[in-house]
């Protein structure tokens, strides 16, 4: 039996976020960037560069911030 990822995430107290199909969706948790697609892929790089310049995850361009 497959795993859906949205389930065992809300099973489990987590937040599942998502965008419509081939939309940017980019979501950073403290340390972690996640993107749901290949069209996130700049603005979660973009993320993490700005996160290692500034050495402590204090700023973001573009996405969610939880």
């Given at each position: 039996?497959?795993?859906?990822?949205?389930?065992?995430?809300?099973?489990?107290?987590?937040?599942?976020?998502?965008?419509?199909?081939?939309?940017?969706?980019?979501?950073?948790?403290?340390?972690?960037?996640?993107?749901?697609?290949?069209?996130?892929?700049?603005?979660?790089?973009q993320?993490?560069?700005?996160?290692?310049?500034?050495?402590?995850?204090?700023g973001?361009?573009g996405?969610?911030?939880?």
């Amino acid at each position: 039996m497959p795993i859906i990822l949205e389930d065992f995430v809300k099973d489990h107290g987590g937040k599942y976020t998502a965008s419509e199909l081939d939309s940017h969706h980019v979501v950073i948790d403290r340390n972690i960037i996640t993107g749901q697609n290949t069209q996130s892929t700049v603005t979660a790089v973009q993320n993490l560069i700005l996160m290692c310049s500034n050495a402590g995850g204090s700023g973001a361009a573009g996405g969610s911030q939880k």
